[in-house]
């Protein structure tokens, strides 16, 4: 295994860096231990030609214009703007809470004047937020936060919001508007051929190699770099010497409903106190797609299995620092992505981080090559 960079990893992080680095001149080879590219945002047509994501549904939003230029190399767009229900005492609401949840949930007649009136009566004011519990407490008070939040966040988790950093629960605002969109980033869009096609796109240069089913720890004896790129789970690649770093994972369960065209008025539905699964999505409303069926999927959160999610707590923040400071200390392997910076990063911050690695990356190799 000769080249001049290594990359592990073919998701978001490794592509982008892959791309950049062989711009800029490099013999870039980019291995994956999965059978495809795009790591979690992978796409693909399912036996029944609907367009699904295998690993959950993948919604692109962005403030940052350079990134969305950035990936509009690789792609075109179609506009689509997600929306949630949350499913309420048998009621489909918003979710972020919004003037129509509340009014739908208490039977009120609220509206822009009045309804941070309401939140001010019901939330209980804390001094500190340090919690995902405080986030919403503060907010919206006890009765919205065990609605919405508590339950929800158990079953996603496996822990208390009251375990769990601030960060979690705010990406989740409390609206005074009656926005019912998920996201409110200027730039919402899904890539209009599918991520995967992006990705081909992305790896399609002469300079780039790509080799799927390729674990990294079953090769790295063989390696011949000047340069390895590592996008997997920083503890894996320590052999967990400190322990092991949590990683929340899921299980998916696809279905598909051939004699069913829709399934569920919005994109995604979520499920905050009932079932094992937190939410259900259908994926025509995502991809535009036409089909006479419908494909959806139920995500099952599970301690075990495919590390999916980091997951903010001090804590593992503690034993994440513990395994940066080896990170720190590699002059030929840097670490990039949402499992390998331990980042609950969206996909756009994927890009930005793993553009951000290519300057320090070059850096790096310099500094080698001089030596
Ligand atoms: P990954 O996509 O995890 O890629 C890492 C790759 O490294 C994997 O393909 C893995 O197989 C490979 N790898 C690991 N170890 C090895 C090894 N030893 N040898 C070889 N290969 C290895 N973001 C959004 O912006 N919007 C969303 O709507 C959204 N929804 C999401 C829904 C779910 C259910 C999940 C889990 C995430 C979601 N995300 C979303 C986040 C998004 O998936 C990530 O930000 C992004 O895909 C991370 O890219 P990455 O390249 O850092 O990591
Ligand atoms: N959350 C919740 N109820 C909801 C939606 C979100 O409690 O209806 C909390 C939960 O802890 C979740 C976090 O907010 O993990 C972030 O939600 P998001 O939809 O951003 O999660 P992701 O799409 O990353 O799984």
């Not at 008070?141 to 158990?154: H, I, N, S």
Request: charged share 30%; hydrophobic share 35%; net charge negative.
């Amino acid at each position: 295994m000769k080249t001049d960079v290594l990359i592990v990893g073919a998701g978001f992080s490794g592509s982008v860096v892959a791309r950049e680095l062989a711009e800029r001149g490099y013999e870039v080879l980019v291995i994956d231990k999965r059978d495809h590219i795009g790591g979690n945002a992978y796409d693909r047509l399912d036996e029944h030609g609907v367009l699904i994501h295998p690993y959950g549904p993948h919604i692109f939003h962005t403030n940052a214009d350079r990134i969305a230029e950035y990936l509009s190399q690789f792609t075109d767009w179609r506009p689509y703007e997600h929306r949630v229900l949350a499913k309420v005492e048998e009621k489909l609401v918003p979710i972020p809470i919004n003037i129509d949840t509340v009014n739908a949930l208490y039977g009120l007649d609220l509206d822009e004047d009045s309804i941070q009136g309401f939140y001010d009566s019901v939330r209980e004011p804390r001094e500190k937020i340090r919690t995902s519990e405080d986030v919403v407490v503060n907010a919206v008070g006890q009765d919205l936060y065990e609605k919405f939040f508590r339950g929800y966040t158990r079953k996603q988790w496996g822990l208390d919001p009251s375990e769990l950093n601030a960060s979690v629960a705010a990406r989740v605002p409390t609206r005074t508007n009656r926005d019912d969109r998920y996201f409110t980033d200027k730039f919402q869009k899904m890539p209009a051929e599918g991520y995967t096609r992006m990705f081909e796109r992305m790896l399609d240069h002469p300079s780039i190699k790509v080799e799927l089913g390729v674990d990294f720890f079953e090769v790295r004896e063989r390696v011949e770099a000047s340069h390895i790129v590592y996008t997997g789970p920083i503890d894996a690649f320590y052999a967990h010497c400190y322990g092991k770093l949590p990683y929340r994972s899921l299980r998916f369960e696809h279905e598909h409903l051939s004699d069913t065209e829709w399934y569920q008025s919005v994109g995604t539905v979520n499920f905050p106190n009932d079932y094992d699964y937190t939410r259900t999505t259908e994926f025509k409303h995502l991809t535009g797609q036409q089909h006479r069926g419908t494909s959806l999927v139920r995500e099952f959160p599970t301690a075990e299995g495919d590390p999916y999610y980091p997951v903010p707590r001090p804590e593992n923040e503690a034993l994440f620092k513990k395994y940066e400071r080896l990170a720190e200390q590699e002059a030929n392997v840097t670490f990039v992505g949402r499992l390998a910076q331990y980042r609950y990063y969206n996909m756009d911050q994927c890009v930005g981080a793993a553009l951000k690695s290519v300057e320090y990356i070059l850096e790096k190799m310099g500094a080698d090559a001089g030596k």
